[in-house]
Nanobody
Framework: QVQLVESGGGLVQAGGSLRLSCAAS????????VGWFRQAPGKEREFVAV???????DYADSVKGRFTLSRDNAKNTVYLEMNSLKPEDTAVYCC??????????????????WGQGTQVTVSS
């Protein structure tokens, strides 16, 4: 079992930055791929980014060049650095984890463990 807890959400003006954290407990975190998804009101859950090991990452086109994933396996934590935020980035952001596979998973149904989410609101 893996427990995931997100933090770092909040209210920010357009063009600003936030750093989300996904802290894991329960298993050897380094063996897991960790993805971020977001869901805005009235919209479907959307893939944001995923990180494996060895620096491998994958990003949705909508965030590529603005968002950066990193992980600290010693702290069992994944970080999502979000820059140049836009109002359309407003959503609840959730992290998810699954055993490492290749290619890195982009679909929600591929993930086993989920956090409860953190709200990100970008004002115009």
């Amino acid at each position: 079992q893996v427990q995931l807890v997100e933090s770092g959400g909040g209210l920010v003006q357009a063009g600003g930055s936030l750093r989300l954290s996904c802290a894991a407990s329960g298993r050897t975190f380094s063996n897991y791929a960790v993805g971020w998804f977001r869901q805005a009101p009235g919209k479907e859950r959307e893939f944001v980014a995923v990180i494996g090991n060895g620096g491998f990452t994958d990003y949705a086109d909508s965030v590529k060049g603005r968002f950066t994933l990193s992980r600290d396996n010693a702290k069992n934590t994944v970080y999502l650095e979000m820059n140049s935020l836009k109002p359309e980035d407003t959503a609840v952001y959730c992290c998810a984890a699954k055993w490492l596979t290749w290619p890195l998973p982009r679909r929600p149904y591929e993930y086993i463990y989920w956090g409860q989410g953190t709200q990100v609101t970008v004002s115009s």
